[in-house]
């Protein structure tokens, strides 16, 4: 499985997305602009000393993520969407797409591929959404368990 992360904000959300990444040897992809540098230290610290088993790829825009995985399922998701993340049934080397902590995805991927946005039900309306590194836990690691890797 492969997690993106379009546009994020917050560096130890993507810290911490990193350290899921190297547990589970997930792929982690991060489409610019970033909301902060590569080196900051809240980013490094989130992901503590696993950097080096985090295969990370960075795009200068998704056009350039596009060119670069032109077949990949994408899974897109939202705080905004009615599906339910449990009912997409996952296949190995997917793309979880997630957008930033602010904003989320972009109206454009919004539009162009609304039929394949997802999210995370929860029991209250008082609440947004979740945190960025919960949110990608919780599917990520339910596309895991469909494919029998957890």
Sequence with gaps: ??????????????????????????????????????????????????????????????????????????????????????DCRYIRDDFLVFGGESRGLPQVLRESYADRF???PMATTHVRSLNLATAAAIVLYEALRQLQRV
């Design 118 to 120: 997802y999210g995370i």
């Design 1 to 86: 499985m492969h997690i993106v992360l379009v546009e994020p904000e917050i560096a130890p959300n993507t810290g911490s997305i990193a350290r899921l990444c190297a547990a589970t040897e997930s792929p982690l992809h991060l489409v610019e602009p970033l909301g902060f540098r590569i080196d900051d230290k809240h980013l490094r610290r989130a992901g503590l000393d696993y950097w080096p088993y985090v295969e990370v790829h960075r795009y200068q825009n998704w056009d350039a993520f596009l060119g670069r995985h032109p077949e990949a399922r994408l899974f897109f998701l939202s705080a905004h969407s009615e599906r339910s993340y449990t």
